[in-house]
């Protein structure tokens, strides 16, 4: 109650934020951080949520990256959804986790925040990190479906637990360049076939084929043969998903899937972006071999809610089945020694972004499950235990030297940022970074011209094309804040988490296909939307409510932190803390005085 009458939190409605690929808030959400007392709801990737954790906020001010890496470290609720895709991210969580509680750097209120890990395949190893070591988890910390529900029958629950689908396995087909061709020929005749059986049917069954590819390049291929055999007067309709589209055309696409299907029913090619965050269900389901984990996400997008049919229940003469093809490896030869290692690298390279033991090892447990592949079937003692093995346990933990490194924001000698993708990300080639297309001509970016990032713009490529697409990437500019400014690409080294302003004309991009890197997609639409609001620095430096001095300041935030205290518990900080604030607040402001700052401010 006292903290409710001192306003320090309060009973509104939360605000709900969404932070994905930049800053695009308006309205009620829109200074959500400058409001820690209000109830807020965060929904975003970790790229966004993570590295504002870690003092480090992709797609923002680096000015307000400690207030982020303040809100997002106390008085917080995680929850982590779809763990086993987020790679050294979920270690991180985990530390991070750690280093909240009471043992530790603690936070508020006193006592740890909470953090909840999600998914429907785990690996519990995964939280084992350097600060959980050797520590017990409460026995309410790991829980699943209840006795009963797993019993049932009847209801929702079971009709997904009990979905009827089969696999079929060829290990010797794949998409690669000789035979995508072949396999969109196979993938349009059993899409018809699949069309014609269900005429009958009732209307609102998906007549959807889906097409799970392990990397963007080979989507786009597959994509490019369906809509060459099927021509442009098809009744079938044909999509292309993948995270190399811009905010504006992901979201269009994900609009378009509760529309009513075509006569001709949908085909939709897609990468991982399916696995999680998209509920969509699939007559039929083509997926490349993946590690299991991945695989069972898949084929929960096959008869996602039982409605062709669950349990022994039949509801269609129709059975929802998944097709598991390889991967175009090469040939390793048993010797010489050079060309045997030759190859298997060359293999390796060909399963990423998965490790290639992982994907052998799905075959024979694939062939287990031919007549019955619904979800209840994973749940098999042996068959559980080969998902967690194929997702991969944290090889490094953040480390408390490191998180109190990054509370450095100084930029270093070359006008950089400590690098966090490692921890939120990984080192792999599928660290992005973000472009955007602008109508401009391309020459430098006049000073006071402020970036003004939108999500609806903002394009994520991966750091393993920057090679490819230099001739592009060299015409574009980015913000390194007021200090530095505008720095061209073309003198600069690209990195995780950079955001590249690119002239329209500059090409790179396809409304139909995403990121291409070629020049010959041009020119680009620019999404930008002026909006009324001054920036986040141009705010900073406002005299719209007049002059007032240091001092009268500094005596403000005396009063503000006094009255922030009282209406908090009597011991939540120590004296030694509160000396250290009240030494902070006497100092903070004193380098006003310097006649530089004066004379720019006036």
Known sequence: DALVKAGLITTKPPRV??????????????????????????????????????????????????????????????????????????????????????????????????????????????????????????KSFYFGLSANEKDATTGSLAQRRLAQKTIETHQDWHFGDNHVADRADEIIRRHQAMVASLQKEDKSLPRRTLIICNTVSRAVAVHAALKKKLGEQSVTELRLMHARFRQRERELQRESLSSPLPVGGQIIVATQVIEAGVDLSSAMLWSEVAPLASLVQRLGRLNRAGEFGFGS??????????????????????????????????????????????????????????????PATFEDKEIAAAIAASIPSVTYSLQQHELLDFFDT?????????DVSPFVRGTDPDTDFQVLWREWDG??????????????????????????????????????????????????????????????????????????????????????????????????????????????HTQDVRNTFDAILKALPPNIITPEERRANETGINWHDVGKNHPAWQAAAK
């Open 313 to 374: 229940g039949k509801f269609t003469n129709f059975v929802p089945q998944a097709i598991i093809i390889g991967l175009e490896l090469p040939i390793i030869p048993a010797s010489p020694k050079e060309e045997k290692e030759k190859k298997e690298k060359e293999a390796r390279r060909k399963c990423l972004p998965y490790n290639m033991d992982a994907c052998e090892a799905v075959w024979p447990v694939l062939k287990k499950l031919t007549k019955n592949a619904s």
């Open 443 to 552: 020459a430098k970016p006049d000073p006071n011209y402020h970036p003004d990032f939108q999500r609806q713009e903002l394009c994520s490529v991966s750091i393993g094309k920057v090679k490819d697409a230099r001739q592009i990437l060299s015409q574009g500019w980015t913000w390194r804040g007021k200090d530095a400014g505008w720095i061209s690409v073309r003198d600069s080294d690209v990195y995780p988490g950079m955001t590249i302003l690119l002239p329209c004309k500059a090409g790179g991009y396809s409304v139909d296909t995403g990121w291409t890197g070629s020049d010959a997609d041009k020119p680009v639409s620019d999404l930008h939307q002026p909006r009324p609001s001054m920036s986040d620095e141009d705010m900073l430096s406002s005299l719209a409510n007049g002059w007032r001095s240091i001092a009268e």
């Open 410 to 418: 100084d930029a270093n000698l070359s006008l950089g940022f400590t």
């Open 17 to 138: 934020v969404i932070l994905m690929g930049g800053e695009e808030v308006e309205g009620y959400a829109k200074d959500w951080d400058l409001h820690p007392e209000d109830n807020t709801i965060l929904i975003g990737t970790q790229d966004m949520l993570l590295s504002r954790a870690l003092n480090r906020g992709y797609g923002m001010s680096r000015y307000r990256w400690p207030m982020h890496f303040g809100v997002l470290n106390n008085d917080c609720l995680w929850v982590l959804d779809e763990t086993q895709l987020m790679g050294p991210g979920v270690g991180t969580a985990a530390q991070l986790e750690a280093f909240r509680g009471k043992d530790s750097f603690g936070s508020f209120p006193i006592g740890p925040s909470v953090t909840w890990y999600a998914s429907a395949t785990t690996n519990a190893d995964q939280l084992i990190t350097r600060e959980w070591r050797g520590t017990q988890r409460g």
